[in-house]
């Protein structure tokens, strides 16, 4: 089975941010780091688009949707500080074609690495065995 694995894109300095990290908004390089990745995604026959609660997250991916005519559904097995178990069981059920936005820390407990904000990675799962196959940039 194949997916595609995105990490969020660009939302300021966490420090800088006053309240809620999770309703910590895209800036204006995440923005348009969010439209390039639909521009280049919209081809990878995407049939389901799934999500960290993270309004960063959500407005990476909502771009994309729109263009799929597809509805983000919101996971907390994607939220930051997910454990892999949940994170890659969420990954088990679904099926190919599916695209999740998450953090850089579950990607790095799915992947080993947790890739630069804004990018996507298309994996391949073989039993609980991730592999990139390619990676998408910004």
Do not use: Y
């Amino acid at each position: 089975m194949s997916f595609v694995l995105i990490r969020h894109a660009s939302a300021g300095e966490r420090a800088a941010w006053l309240g809620d990290d999770g309703l910590r908004p895209l800036d204006e390089h995440g923005r348009e780091q969010a439209r390039m990745l639909a521009e280049r995604l919209v081809e990878h026959g995407i049939t389901r688009i799934l999500s960290s609660p993270a309004v960063r997250c959500v407005d990476t991916v909502a771009p994309l949707a729109g263009a799929l005519g597809l509805n983000v559904e919101i996971e907390a097995a994607l939220a930051e500080g997910a454990l892999r178990e949940d994170a890659l069981r969420l990954l088990l059920q679904s099926r190919d074609g599916a695209a999740f936005c998450t953090h850089g820390d579950v990607l790095a407990e799915l992947l080993g690495a947790e890739g630069q904000k804004g990018t996507a990675r298309i994996a391949e799962l073989e039993g609980e065995r991730l592999s990139v196959l390619e990676e998408v940039q910004t």
